[in-house]
């Protein structure tokens, strides 16, 4: 079955870096596109980004952009999303999900604080 497992976050100061990753199984990760999306706490779900199913394509929320890069890597079936500079307005619970939309992890706790 398709699995999802997020892992990197963490708490970090204004200013600070952290790296995501999203370790994919079950499928053909390197058919599918991949999309990171995150949810502030009270808010809604806010996409963050996506990459096409060969990497060479990225797309940003204008949110993030310039400050986040998504990657993936194939042969390790896993996808990554660098973010720097990060905001206290970056707090959120971080997914990544399936292109299709019909898989999601867990989610990862991204906490951005003095």
């Known amino acids: 079955q398709v699995q999802l497992v997020e892992s990197g976050g963490g708490l970090v100061q204004p200013g600070g870096s952290l790296r995501l990753s999203c370790a994919a199984s079950g499928f053909t990760f390197s058919s599918y596109a991949m999309s990171w999306v995150r949810q502030a706490p009270g808010k809604g779900l806010e996409w963050v980004s996506d990459?096409?199913?060969?990497?060479?394509?990225?797309y940003y929320a204008d949110s993030v952009k310039g400050r986040f890069t998504i990657s993936r890597d194939n042969a390790k079936n896993t996808l990554y999303l660098q973010m720097n500079s990060l905001k206290p307005e970056d707090t959120a619970v971080y997914y990544c999900a399936k292109g299709d939309g019909l898989h999601w992890g867990q989610g990862t706790q991204v906490t951005v604080s003095s």
């Open positions: 990459i096409n199913s060969g990497g060479g394509s990225t």
